[in-house]
Each structure stands twice: as structure tokens, then as C-alpha cells.
Antibody
Framework: EVQLLESGGGLVQPGGSLRLSCAAS????????MSWVRQAPGKGLEWVSG????????YYADSVKGRFTISRDNSNNTLFLQMNSLRAEDTAVYYC??????????WGQGTQVTVSS | DIQMTQSPSSLSASIGDRVTITCRAS??????LNWYQQKPGKAPTVLIY???TLESGVPSRFSGSGSGTDFTLTITSLEPEDFATYYC??????????FGQGTKLEIQ
């Protein structure tokens, strides 16, 4: 059974940083691309970032480009999202998702990030 | 970037109704279009990928169609568990998989 478990969320002040993790199990992690998707309170889904299976290719939404960095550790089956220069509008539930055949077939339960002073 | 526009943004329907949700891409995306269902407080789940392929385990009352820029999700004979929010997502751009703004399906 595929499991994705996000962690690292919390309350942070504007301008601060957080590092999210997503621990994967139940599949061969190193062979799949992965993504981060977020959902602000009462809003829709927003694709944030994607990373290829080897980690060599990364992609970002314009709203986070230059502030967020996606990475992965295929030895430890873990996906990361380093978030710097956080803003109030980054407040959201952040989901990690496994990408297969160009769609997200498995999702974590999400981790809450709140940016507030 | 490719923009996705869903309509309507909300929809009221009754048990047993047939409903259709549309999604339009800002440029041709061939058949690189996925549909997700999300219930309150839960992560999304995929219903349909590649415009019309039903994900394993998804009831056959869900169907998708379209290509190019215009796509539809149809639910025939609504069941109580179908009341949720639905999102389209394009996967034409490599790992830049933008979503539509969502359609909330409510009980009439």
C-alpha cells in the first residue's frame, strides 16, 4: 500500500523558513516523479512544485519560484520542500503527491503551514 | 503557463441527476487532462486521467471526454457520496500540472 506522510508544518513568521518532508513507502520511490500541491483555507488546489525521479529536474509555480526548493533523497525515500521568505499568502495545507503516467495517483494527508506574526 | 478554467464554480443537483462539469485550457493540451474529487478535510483522489481513462476502483457513473482545449466530466445518476468538489488538472507541461479553480457540487 502506498503511503505518503508529510511533516514539518507549523506556525512561522513572515519572512521565515520551513522545511517540509514527505516520507514515502509502499512503492519504489526512486522511479517516480513527485509533486507538492497546496490548498489555502477555503480555496482550491494549487500545484506548487514537481521533481523528476532522479532529482535532476525541478519545476516551480511562478508564485514560489526563487523562494521554494524541492528536493528528494532516494536513499531514504523522502521528498522535501524548503520554503524561504514565507508570506501570509503561503498559508495552506501542503500535500505531497506521487506522479504516475502524468497524474497524481496517491496523496499524503497534508501538513498545515501558517504564516503569521 | 497553461491556465485552466472550470465551469460552473458551483452546482446544485439532486440524487439521481446527471451533471456535467467543463474545463477549458488556455492552449491545446491534447488529452493531458485529469479529474480529481475532494471531500472536506481530505486529500484529493483521482477519478479520471488522460481525459477519459477511469482510475481503478472509480464507479462507472463517472466519465470524461474531450481533447485539445475543451473537456467535460460527467456524472450519471448522482449518489450521496458524489457531493464534493471537483478539479481538473492539465499534465501537458512537464511536471507543471496546473489545476482549475474547482467546482463545488452541492445537494439541491
Amino acid at each position: 500500500e502506498v503511503q505518503l506522510l508529510e511533516s514539518g508544518g507549523g506556525l512561522v513568521q513572515p519572512g521565515g523558513s520551513l522545511r517540509l518532508s514527505c516520507a514515502a513507502s509502499g512503492f519504489t520511490f526512486r522511479t517516480y516523479a513527485m509533486s507538492w500541491v497546496r490548498q489555502a483555507p477555503g480555496k482550491g488546489l494549487e500545484w506548487v512544485s514537481g521533481i523528476g525521479s532522479s532529482g535532476a529536474t525541478t519545476y516551480y509555480a511562478d508564485s514560489v519560484k526563487g523562494r521554494f526548493t524541492i528536493s528528494r533523497d532516494n536513499s531514504n525515500n523522502t521528498l522535501f520542500l524548503q520554503m524561504n521568505s514565507l508570506r501570509a499568502e503561503d498559508t495552506a495545507v501542503y500535500y505531497c503527491a506521487k506522479v504516475t503516467s502524468y497524474y497524481c495517483d496517491s496523496w499524503g494527508q497534508g501538513t498545515q503551514v501558517t504564516v503569521s506574526s | 503557463d497553461i491556465q485552466m478554467t472550470q465551469s460552473p464554480s458551483s452546482l446544485s443537483a439532486s440524487i439521481g441527476d446527471r451533471v456535467t462539469i467543463t474545463c477549458r485550457a488556455s492552449q491545446s493540451i491534447s488529452r493531458s487532462l485529469n479529474w480529481y474529487q475532494q471531500k472536506p478535510g481530505k486529500a484529493p483522489t483521482v477519478l479520471i486521467y488522460a481525459a477519459s481513462t477511469l482510475e481503478s476502483g472509480v464507479p462507472s457513473r463517472f466519465s470524461g471526454s474531450g481533447s485539445g482545449t475543451d473537456f467535460t466530466l460527467t456524472i450519471t445518476s448522482l449518489e450521496p457520496e458524489d457531493f464534493a468538489t471537483y478539479y481538473c488538472q492539465q499534465s501537458h507541461s512537464t511536471l507543471v500540472y496546473t489545476f482549475g479553480q474547482g467546482t463545488k457540487l452541492e445537494i439541491q
